[in-house]
């Protein structure tokens, strides 16, 4: 086995071992494998060893690799920031998109998502933790644009995502628990015709944390790829 297929098989254990603690199934959380700055080569490993769904935060070095990728049935998400001059490129080569945080964002990308495809599968960005400059919308704002992105005719809301800031285990987990909540509470509300079902936190750090606060995706890179040079 490659050593990515080795990566993978302990990933999935730790995920195992997470849902096993908190008592959830393991088919509860779904694993998002993260390939920036890899090339296609070591995207084919993680395929051969049974990953579908891949993660890509530079939209350009992403449509390059799908190109490369063509002859797999590869899921793309993207999870990186969406400039207005990007959102063609991520409507028509994207299965997912992570990051979207504001109304025009969104609306661009319905307008442009190609008919003959899918809607887009959207979660909108939460800045959680409140980091000044920090790319999402702040937490009291999630409900009322998720209400409008819901709308959009291309697109499928699916749910939330979070990137809080490193911290301690104690932290990660009161920080996750907070975007759990505030997930929570949206589905509560009545705003949204169909619930939200993805919540979109965790990494190779903090994914135990972010199961046990209840993610239902992990995105993770270094844990199955390796150290990105920087
Ligand atoms: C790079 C990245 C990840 C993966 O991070 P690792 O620490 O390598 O697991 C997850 N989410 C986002 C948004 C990222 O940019």
Known sequence: MTTIGTNLQDVHQRIAAACAHAQRRVNEVTLLAVSKTF????????????????????????????????????????????????????????????????????????????????????????????????????????????????????????GLMAIPEPASADEALAVHRASRALFDQINRSGLLAQPLDTLSIGMSADLEAAVRAGSTMVRVGSAIFGSRAR
């Open 39 to 158: 090339g296609p080569q070591a995207v084919r490993e993680a395929h051969a060893a049974g990953q579908a769904a891949f993660g890509e935060n530079y939209i350009q070095e992403a449509v390059e690799k799908m190109a490369l990728l063509a002859d797999l049935p590869l899921q793309w998400h993207c999870i990186g920031p969406v400039q207005s001059n990007k959102t063609r490129l991520v409507a028509t080569h994207f299965d997912w998109v992570h990051t979207v945080d504001r109304l025009k964002t969104a609306q661009r990308l319905s307008d442009q998502r190609p008919p003959a495809l899918a809607p887009l599968q959207v979660c909108i960005q939460v800045n959680i933790d409140g980091g000044a400059n920090k790319a999402g919308v702040v937490p009291q704002e999630a409900a009322a644009l998720a209400q409008q992105v819901a709308a959009l005719p291309r697109l499928q809301l699916r």
